[in-house]
């Protein structure tokens, strides 16, 4: 993708660069008109000599500087004059020549470390949490604001939400949660986190019983002999087995060293290490997080998450005061004056941010110099000419003006010590 279209050489030249072009023609013009009344009139005084001179000199430095402006883009009068068109012809050595120019000036690690070292990034987000609304952070802040806002808006929503779910998703791929869930598992064992969760189990158990009694008692019912039934013990020996679970689930509820509890802690001791250490376990549960990922169900939770993160970006870069006013506010505000009253804060920040940039310079250099040069080659050479003449033009006829001028008193210095002589 080229940064200009392709129908910019047709557009008009800026009424500035109009207005130097008609100057200098006009200049040049006046000087021919000069120089023709002047050989007319040279008989009459001698000093009509000296005019002639001056414009006949001015007439040749306009026209050389007329040529000179006008071969850096395009062939004089037309004409194929060799080394004319110098900006269409060499738009590809130009394009190499800036790369090698910004690799070796701006993107060399060392030039950036040393530039960097004058940098208070600290100070500059201090400022910028800390000021008021009227302020230069305020201020700053508004603005920084609205080019985040342009940039969601203006990004491809779902194109960048494929993105950013699918980064999600590779990263969940990359982290290995077995280990993790296993030494999160042993923490809160040894920290009797676990207790809680017991508690509540057994609670859920004991409703469960309490509203299950009925498919005990017709199991126990079936399950009888004809004899049992007949007699009617069925119903004792279910209300017998009713009676032991509810006694068993309250012992384990009162007592923390129960037998049952206590197995159940060695339980889920032994998945913690197994989390940890088995190889199978371990393979097992990068499967079902793989099945997890994959499922349409997770993909429509990375969306919305994407979205909602999105939704929130926005309303806070529209309002960057009204975030500012809020609870983030008060967060934000205290880092600010953090960061102003720690030095040693602000200097490790300062440290992270330079060598943060120049290791992007170190990394990426060399693809910012071929993106510079592979840029420039891709531009339409009529397009590009069109455009560097529009934004220089109007300077490069102050050239021509210049000419004119130094020209003219040149051949009148000349012959005047012509007539000294």
Do not use: C
Not at 118 to 139: K, M, N, Q, S, Y
Not at 253 to 258: G, I, N
Not at 334 to 345: A, E, F, H, K, N
Request: proline share 5%; no cysteine.
């Amino acid at each position: 993708m080229t940064p200009f279209p392709r129908t910019g050489a047709n557009e008009a030249a800026p009424p500035a660069l109009v207005r130097m072009r008609r100057v200098a023609g006009g200049l040049l013009l006046a000087m021919a008109a000069v120089f023709l009344a002047s050989r007319h009139f040279a008989s009459l005084h001698p000093w009509v000599r000296f005019v002639q001179a001056f414009s006949e000199a001015a007439m040749v430095g306009g026209l050389a500087d007329w040529f000179a402006v006008t071969a850096l883009f395009r062939h004089p009068l037309g004409l194929p004059i060799p080394h004319t068109a110098i900006v269409p012809r060499n738009k590809d050595r130009i394009g190499d020549t800036l790369a090698q120019f910004l690799r070796t000036n701006f993107l060399q690690p060392a030039v950036i470390g040393r530039r960097m070292r004058r940098v208070d990034v600290a100070t500059a987000i201090a400022r910028w949490l800390t000021d008021p609304a009227e302020g230069a952070g305020g201020r700053f802040r508004q603005g920084a604001s609205k080019l985040v806002a342009q940039v969601l808006e203006g990004l491809d929503p779902q194109r960048l939400g494929s993105m950013v779910k699918a980064g999600i998703a590779a990263r969940l791929r990359e982290i290995e949660v077995a280990p993790v869930l296993g030494r999160m598992m042993k923490a809160a064992l040894a920290e009797q986190r676990h207790a809680p969760l017991l508690d509540a189990a057994i609670r859920w158990g004991a409703k469960a019983l309490t509203a299950n009694e009925h498919l005990i008692r017709q199991m126990v019912h079936e399950r009888a002999g004809s004899i049992l039934r007949w007699t009617g013990l069925d119903e004792t020996v279910a209300d017998r087995l009713i009676a032991g679970l509810d006694k068993l689930v309250a012992d384990m509820a009162d007592d923390p060293r129960h037998p049952l509890r206590l197995k159940a802690e060695e339980g889920l001791d032994r998945l913690a290490w197994d989390l940890q250490f088995d190889a199978d376990v371990r393979a097992r549960v990068e499967a079902m997080k793989a099945e997890l990922i994959a499922n349409p169900a997770m993909q429509h939770w990375l969306d919305g998450l994407w979205e909602a993160a999105r939704a929130g970006l926005l309303r806070v870069a529209r309002d960057p005061e009204g975030a500012m006013a809020g609870q983030l506010g008060d967060m934000l505000r205290q880092i600010g004056g953090t960061l102003t009253q720690d030095p040693r804060l602000a200097r490790t920040i300062n440290r992270f941010v330079r060598r943060a940039i120049v290791g992007v310079a170190a990394d990426y250099g060399d693809g910012i110099v071929r993106l510079v040069s592979e840029t420039v080659r891709g531009w339409d050479a009529r397009t590009i000419t069109s455009r560097l003449e529009n934004a220089v033009g109007r300077d490069l006829q102050y050239i021509r003006i210049n000419g004119t001028l130094v020209g003219g008193l040149v051949g009148l210095a000349i012959h005047g010590v012509d007539v000294l002589l």
